[in-house]
T-cell receptor, first 114, second 108 residues
């Protein structure tokens, strides 16, 4: 079956612009995660959605970052007024439920802020 | 000190060698994950375990909850095993905390 998909695969944007990154999780997976992988850094948790519960946004680095998940499926991560330090690979993952279940990762979106 | 420490950071091996990558963590966990990331590629989940040992083909993962330690072993290593291997731990909530990864290079 189809895995987790993300779009775009690459995004180059100018400092100060807004960007939207999209994630399509595996059908039926109720848990969706966003992570960020910066050059030279490990993976870091950004936000978690589980079913209809309020998302855990505790990993978002600033109020310029926000995310939505519509209809319990597709998710969009929005970064407003991008900064150069936002350059990273943004990864989405989904699982049947929480971290006690295996997570399936998307291919990521490489964001470059110039 | 990071909550998840991996060693070594870099590992170079010859094809056919037995490889071990270690992961130590300092927090209570409900599950530990081993992930694989090929250069320029996506992340693949290799194992999720909370006790004992699991085996998939040439890969073996073990965990010792009392010692807060896990190992990933690769038997009869092959150049296609070259990748970054990442250890991640999940606690009573759903968040994963990641190690910085081990870069494995297997030479033919």
């Amino acid at each position: 079956g189809a895995g987790v998909s993300q779009s775009p695969s690459n995004k180059v944007t100018e400092k100060g612009k807004d960007v939207e990154l999209r994630c399509d999780p595996i059908s039926g997976h109720t848990a969706l995660y966003w992570y960020r992988q910066s050059l030279g850094q490990g993976l870091e948790f950004l936000i978690y959605f589980q079913g209809n519960s309020a998302p855990d946004k505790s990993g978002l680095p600033s109020d310029r970052f926000s995310a939505e998940r519509t209809g319990g499926s597709v998710s969009t991560l929005t970064i407003q007024r991008t900064q150069q330090e936002d350059s990273a690979v943004y990864l989405c993952a989904s699982s049947e439920q929480g971290s006690s279940y295996e997570q399936y990762f998307g291919p990521g979106t490489r964001l470059t802020v110039t | 000190k990071n909550e998840v420490e991996q060693s070594p950071q870099n590992l170079t091996a010859q094809e056919g060698e037995f490889i071990t990558i270690n992961c130590s963590y300092s927090v209570g966990i409900s599950a530990l994950h081993w992930l694989q990331q090929h250069p320029g590629g996506g992340i693949v989940s290799l194992f999720m375990l909370s006790s004992g040992k699991k085996k998939h083909g040439r890969l073996i993962a073990t965990i010792n909850i009392q010692e807060k330690h896990s190992s990933l072993h690769i038997t009869a290593s092959h150049p296609r095993d070259s990748a970054v291997y990442i250890c991640a731990v999940g606690g009573s909530n759903y968040k994963l905390t990641f190690g910085k990864g081990t870069l494995l290079t297997v030479n033919p």
